[in-house]
């Protein structure tokens, strides 16, 4: 694909919210990306976690492919640094873009962007139109509300259990990001486990 050992689509914020916490957990990926001679494929802006993951990525070393639409190049501040920025005309190809090139995919904390496409990914796996692995970051407890919420909708007769199944949910970046590049049956990943 890339001459990268793995590719992770990593979904986050463009904003670093209140908790600076976050930020560092961003960094932690990007830098362990970076590490072990991954790429980060990701949405192509500069600003707020999307910037911090992508920075660090290539302050370790790491590749970066940034997917940004045009109508947000400006608003999102655009990361002329990436080692390839992509600019497109829809979301709906920024999306199939993200996911053609990625091996695996992460969510970090964010808002309503970060929410629709880690759900999006998720509804394709359970679809059966990808199988690569989906992780989900809770961050000091984030995404807490969420994922009660998500088993409310079992209990209620929405969901079933393996479709929660279908994705992996870790509290600390290193071991989840380790996780899902093992799951993807990439060779780097007994190297992500020595941080």
């Known amino acids: 694909m890339t001459g990268c050992a793995f590719s992770v689509c990593v979904y986050c914020g463009s904003r670093t919210g209140a908790d600076a916490r976050h930020t560092a957990a961003a960094q932690a990926v990007g830098r362990s990306i970076g590490r072990h001679g991954g790429q980060l494929v990701y949405g192509g802006g500069r600003n707020g976690l999307m910037g911090a993951v992508a920075d660090?990525?290539?302050?370790?070393?790491?590749?970066v492919l940034?997917?940004?639409?045009?109508?947000?190049?400006?608003?999102?501040?655009?990361?002329t640094a990436c080692s390839e920025l992509r600019?497109?005309?829809t979301m709906h190809?920024?999306?199939?873009?993200?996911?053609e090139h990625s091996d695996a995919f992460l969510a970090l904390p964010?808002?309503?962007?970060?929410f629709e496409e880690f759900f999006?990914?998720?509804?394709?796996?359970?679809?059966?139109?990808?199988?690569?692995?989906?992780?989900?970051?809770?961050?000091?407890g984030y995404y807490d509300t969420l994922l009660a919420f998500v088993q409310a909708s079992v209990a209620a007769?929405?969901?079933?259990?393996?479709?929660?199944?279908l994705i992996r949910v870790g509290?600390?970046?290193?071991p989840l990001l380790a996780a899902l590049v093992e799951s993807a049956g990439l060779s780097a990943a007994p190297r992500l486990d020595a941080l």
């Open 157 to 165: 007769g929405f969901m079933n259990d393996w479709q929660l199944d």
């Open 66 to 79: 940034g997917i940004i639409p045009r109508a947000l190049v400006e608003k999102e501040w655009a990361h």
């Open 93 to 99: 190809e920024r999306k199939r873009l993200m996911a």
């Open 171 to 174: 509290e600390e970046p290193e």
């Open 120 to 140: 999006e990914v998720w509804t394709w796996r359970q679809l059966g139109y990808h199988d690569k692995p989906v992780g989900l970051l809770n961050h000091h």
């Open 110 to 114: 964010g808002g309503i962007g970060t």
């Open 87 to 89: 600019i497109v005309e």
């Open 56 to 63: 660090a990525t290539l302050a370790a070393g790491g590749r």
